[in-house]
Every structure is written in C-alpha cells, then in structure tokens.
C-alpha cells in the first residue's frame, strides 16, 4: 500500500530537461520540522557557450523567474542570487551564469504544520537562455516535504545547496554613496581594514574588480569601469546609464574580486559582497528587465567571437569603400568626375596633392561629426548614423548648398572652390576645391547606410571616445580611398580622356543630378515640417538664383561699384538663409499632416511601429516585420522600391499572415533609437523579422535589400 507521500512523488518531476538546460528542484531537507525554515534550490545545468540571466540582466535579456504554488501558510522569499559573470557579445554586455547554477530560495513551513503531513511545492520556473540566440523556456517542478518531528537531512542535495551558498555575496554595510562629476558616475565606498583575509590595498591590487549594478539602468553595462584605491577609500568610476541615481543614492549592487585561473582561461570568482542590501530599490523604471513571462528580443552577435576593435576598423574601412557606390554620393560624383578630367593638365605632384586635400576635407568632415556624435551622447542623448539629418535646419541647408553647386556646374555663376572649376585655381592644383569636394562627399554620403557599416557604427557609439573617432576615421579613410587612388597612380593618370570642348557639355549635364537631390532634400524637409515648407524652400532657391546671376552679372564692374554689390548680395544671401531658416523652425514646431513616412492608416499594408503594438503581436505568437527607415535615408527609399512596395511582397505578407510595422525614424524618435541600440546599430535601416510563436528569436535581414532576400526571410517562419 502506497503512502500519499509516496503517490505524490511517483506523479511529481522534480526535474526536466530542454536542449540547452537541465533543470531541477532540490531540497536540503527531505523531511522538515515545524516552523523550520528550509532552502530549496533550482539547478540550472546549461550547455556550454550558453548562459541564463542574474536579477539585472544588462543590456538584454529576461532574468529567471520562480512561481511558487504553496500549501496555506507556507512561504517561499525571492530568489536569493549567486554572484553573477559577465558575458560580451558585440556591443552587447549581459550579467548571467554559465555551465551551473543554484538559485536559492528560502522555504517557512508555519509552526502550525502537523507532524505527519506532507507539503507539495510547486515551482514554475521560466528562464532565457542564450547563445548567439535566445530561447525563452520553462518547466514546473514539484517535490514534496514530509513533516515530522525531527528534520532529516538530504546528504546529496545539501552538500550542492551548501556550494551554492559560498556563492552567495554576503550583505555588507560599507558606506558606500554615488557621486556626480563632470558628467560621469562615481561609486564610492569605505573598505574596512581586511577584505577577504587580505589588506584593502592587497585585495584591491592583486585582483581584478567588477561592479554589477542591481539596477537596470544605473550604469552603461558594456563601458569600461575604472578602480582607484586612495587610504580605505574606494572610488569606482562608471559611465551613467538611462537611469542613473540621484547624487547621494546608496549604492547598490554586487562588487566581485577575480582571478585568472590560467592564461587564457576563465576569471574566477574569488571574493563577492553585495553593496545596500537594506536600501530600498528604487521604482521599477524602463529597462530590459520585465516580469515573468515576458521576453525582450536579444540582437544577435555579429560573429561567435562579437566585434573587436579592429574588426570594427576593418569593417568600417570597407563600408567606406562601398560606401562610393551608394546612390546618395551619386551627385557629389559629378564634382569628382570633373576634378580627375582637369587632372590631365597637372603633373604627377599636383594630381596627389588634390588627393591628399580631398581626403583631408573627408578626414576633417568625419572627425567633426564624430566630436558631434561625441558631445551629444555625452549629454545623455541616444544619436546615430545620419542624425544630423534628423534637423530641419540641417536639410533645409544643404539642400540649398547642393543647389547652389548645380547654379555652378550649369554656369549661371563661377564657383571656383567648392567644386574645383575654376581655371586659376586648377592652375594652382586647386587644393582648396578638392578639400571642399571631400567635406560635401561627407555631407551626402551620411543619409546613406552601406554594408559592413551598421555593425562597425554600432559597435563604435557604444564605446569611449577614442575608440569611436578611430572607427569614424576608418570609415573616412575608405570613404577616400578610390579618389586618392587615382590622384597617386600614375598609371590611371593616363587612362583619363583628354580635356575640349565636351568637358563643359558634361559639366552641365551633371548638374541635373545636383538639381535631382535638392528636390529630393525638399521632400524630406516636408516630412519634417509638412508642406508648408515646400513653398518656403522653393522660394529661398529662387532667390538664391537670382542672386547668383546677379554676382555672375557684377563681375564685370570695378572696384567700388562691384564691392557695394558684393556686400548687398551677401546681405541678400544671409536675410534669404536667416529668413527661412525662422520659418522653417516655427513650422517645424507645428508641422501639418503630411503623410509622413511611418505613420500608417486606413488602405496601408502597414502599421506605425510601437513597442505595445510590437509587444502584443510577439504575446499573440504572430509572425512580424519590422522595417525602421526614414525620410532622409536614400538606402531605405531604394530598398522600399525595390523590394518593399512590389505587388509580390504584399501578396506575400498577406498569404503568410504577418504583420508589417514600420518605424519613422525622420526625426527623432526614443521608441526607435532604443529599438536601434538593442541590435547594435547606429541608425537606419534596419529590418527585423519576427517568425511566429511566442518565443521566437528575430532574423535580421541585411541593409541592402532584394526580393528574394526578403521572400527567403520571410517564408522561413
């Protein structure tokens, strides 16, 4: 005859086992006493390469949950969590555990439990377990307690709950406060005389420290921490995350001592406190941390080994390189072409010299918008690839520099600078117009995103200064390369047609594509500011022309007369620019419905892109595209031609059932630049597909895109 004791267990699994983690409920105790309380463990046994998540999971991820269902009167506390490691994929930095883990409960079986009866537990416990991918996955566990008068041991299961309890960071009550300095984020804290049988200065010289905020938020996860030891007082220098505590707060989080084990090996945990223990947690803010059953989508590595710093420069080397042959660089091309034909009347030392001037102008562009992105993100503004282009003002004026140069290059006017025309200053190597030339390849090369580039640029806006320039100049210097080439090779001097008459036909022939983008730069500022500012920009063009022909009109004058009409044109030009630039911010203030690039509507095959909208499809199991453009990005607008606004693809979206959500990235956006960041990249495109079922991972679909790119995406769910 079966005891319920032993019926219960023979129906109760106390363990389970998916592809990546074998799970248990363990015990210390295989009976219990009366009011004792007790701890249980969840052993987590995970593959190698894989890892699960501690309480604040960093950048991504969902820590691991326990639902407890429990007889009345008897409670379980939160999980009690081991000291965590620290895994960098990319741009990436989780917190989590590898191999094995034991999270700790601890069990309170009430005084009033009567001796002889029996205690079911029930644990569900969901938990993400990743590689380069993500499987969210889940299992309920029961085990059941005998109640008697004197508790029984289990030898096996305590001697493992015992090892994960010297795992455990003991709480301790150092002064330690957050302080504020020049923008970064200090941790202080008052060591005591000994640290883990060792001096404060010995504990902190032969180790290597880590800080583990408890926090989402409270500091960036995949910055540098820095560890200064002055007397007992210990400063840890952080890089302020979304969150960052007030000055002052109480420091919470686990700091951990480590040591390699061998050249090459695994840090070892040797020492572990938790700072704050008693500090009460702070409101529960935005971050990658949600509650049980929840899930954020995790970007994928970009290789098994993520990006090193000279991956990343190799990367952004070649996305300049191609870079060249993007369709926003096209007009600025016009200005090079007609540069390498005067190269035929130069000798070999003045073809490099304009090679050298053009890639300084590109060099000298790239370090400026760098020291911008620098500035910008500093002030705790998320920014990326192209975000100048984001401001009305910044469109609204180069798309009259633009159209200024196509004035040149038809003749209404000379200008010799910018793009290398005129005789004298090609006499002189016109060293002037090729560095011009280089800084407008900049300007028009960053609404555009080429391969290789997303992961160099993602990766370079997640690290400290230096290391995002020598990423920018990576990129500049690809960005350069074919021109410096040509100038420098003797060889192809030779292979450049001669110079006559043609020469000034195709001159003017090329400013029709300079024309082309300033219309194009037209549109995007009514996106911005809605269509109001067509008339506006149209109008300040038309002025722009007229007084242009006049300059050309008034060189024939001398001296006094043709510097009076000099300094009126230039009056005339700056009231024109100042004009419209007042205008067009105060109708960018209140911009009118225009139909913008994402905003959805009663027709579209579309839905404006939200991380509730987003949230409630993945819950529903739905399949789900995800294209995030913007009005400005001319990579987006030939990928929506090409590929995303064909008969083909709606059919296609429609047969399989799923739902396409685009994000307008036109001006900025929190929603997207979150969104952005999540899969490592530093703006647009990005597109993200989403298989069905609950729990899927997203594939993310190259920056170039085809038909059959996107069919063979999407038909794999």
């Not at 010995?202 to 030891?229: D, K, M």
């Not at 180069?398 to 010799?416: D, E, K, P, Q």
Request: glycine share 10%; charged share 15%; with cysteine.
């Amino acid at each position: 005859m079966s005891t319920p004791l032993a019926a219960a267990a023979q129906s109760a699994p106390e363990r389970a086992r998916t592809e990546q983690v074998e799970v248990r409920l363990i015990s210390e105790f295989a009976s219990v006493a009366p009011g004792q309380t007790v701890y249980l463990g969840l052993e987590q046994k995970i593959i190698p390469h894989w890892h699960t998540y501690w309480k604040n999971p960093g950048d991504s991820g969902t820590s691991t949950s326990i639902k407890w269902t429990l007889p009345k009167g008897v409670a379980a506390s939160d999980i009690i969590w081991p000291a965590p490691s620290r895994f960098d994929i990319g741009p990436v930095t989780n917190y989590g555990y590898s191999d094995q883990v034991v999270l700790l409960t601890k069990l309170a079986v009430p005084a009033s439990q009567a001796i002889g009866s029996v205690i079911p537990v029930e644990a569900k416990a969901s938990w993400l377990v990743c590689e380069e991918s993500c499987i969210p996955q889940d299992a309920t566990l029961r085990i059941t307690l005998a109640v008697a008068a004197t508790a029984s041991a289990n030898s096996e299961h305590k001697r493992i709950i015992d090892a994960a309890l010297e795992r455990i960071p003991p709480a301790v009550g150092w002064p330690a406060a957050y302080q504020r300095q020049d923008g970064k984020l200090q941790a202080r804290l008052t060591l005591p005389a000994r640290v883990g049988g060792k001096s404060a200065s010995e504990f902190v010289g032969r180790h290597t420290l880590r800080f583990y905020p408890a926090e989402w938020g409270t500091a960036a996860h995949n910055a540098a921490q820095s560890f200064r030891l002055d007397g007992q007082q210990l400063t840890i220098g952080l890089v302020p995350g979304e969150t960052p505590p007030a000055q002052g707060g109480q420091v919470r989080g686990v700091l951990v001592a480590e040591e390699k084990t061998a050249p090459g090996g695994k840090s070892a945990i040797v020492h572990a406190v938790e700072l704050g223990a008693g500090a009460a947690a702070p409101g529960p803010g935005p971050g990658p941390g949600p509650g049980p059953h929840k899930t954020v989508a995790r970007a994928p590595a970009p290789s098994g080994d993520g990006i090193t710093l000279w991956r990343a420069l190799l990367l952004a080397f070649a996305g300049g390189i191609v870079l060249n042959l993007m369709p926003c660089v096209f007009p600025v091309l016009s200005i090079k072409a007609l540069g390498l034909l005067k190269y035929s009347e130069l000798s070999s030392a003045q073809k490099r010299m304009q090679g050298f001037a053009y890639t300084a102008g590109v060099l000298a562009s790239f370090s400026l918008l760098a020291l911008a992105l620098i500035v910008i993100k500093n002030l705790g503004a998320q920014v990326g690839w192209g975000f100048q282009f984001q401001s009305p003002y910044f469109v609204l004026g180069v798309a009259y520099l633009i159209f200024v140069v196509g004035l040149s290059l038809s003749g209404v006017f000379a200008l010799g600078g910018p793009a290398n025309l005129g005789a004298g200053l090609a006499r002189r190597g016109g060293h002037t117009g090729s560095f011009f030339t280089g800084v407008l390849a900049t300007i028009v090369a960053t609404p555009c995103t080429a391969p290789f580039m997303g992961a160099a640029l993602g990766f370079a806006l997640a690290q400290p200064s230096l290391v995002l320039w020598l990423v920018f100049m990576a990129l500049g210097l690809g960005l350069a390369l074919p021109y410096m080439l040509i100038s420098a090779w003797p060889a192809l001097h030779r292979m450049l047609p001669k110079p006559g008459l043609w020469m000034e036909r195709l001159k003017q022939a090329l400013s029709f594509p300079m024309y082309g983008a300033a219309v194009w730069l037209v549109w995007v500022l009514a996106q911005q500011a809605g269509v109001n500012a067509v008339p506006l920009a149209l109008g300040g063009m038309i002025m722009l022309a007229l007084i242009a022909w006049i300059f050309d009109s008034t060189r024939a004058t001398s001296g006094a007369a043709r510097l009076a009409a000099n300094g009126v044109l230039l009056a005339a030009t700056l009231a024109t620019v100042g004009l419209s630039f007042q205008a067009v911010g105060l109708l960018a203030a209140s911009p009118a419905p225009t139909g913008q690039t994402a905003q959805g509507g009663a027709g579209q095959d579309w839905e404006a892109y939200s991380p509730p909208r987003l949230a409630a499809l993945r819950e529903q199991g739905k399949p789900v595209f995800i294209n995030l453009t913007a009005a400005w990005c001319i990579t987006c607008l030939v990928n929506e031609k090409v590929a995303l606004s064909q008969p083909a693809f709606k059919e296609l979206l429609h047969k399989e059932g799923i739902t396409y959500l685009k994000g307008d990235w036109t001006n900025q956006d929190a929603d997207i630049s979150a969104l952005l960041k999540q899969y490592g990249r530093s703006g647009v495109p990005l597109y993200l597909f989403y298989p069905s079922g609950a729990g899927s991972e997203a594939v993310v679909l190259p920056q170039i895109l085809t038909h059959d790119i996107v069919g063979s995406a999407l038909r794999s769910k």
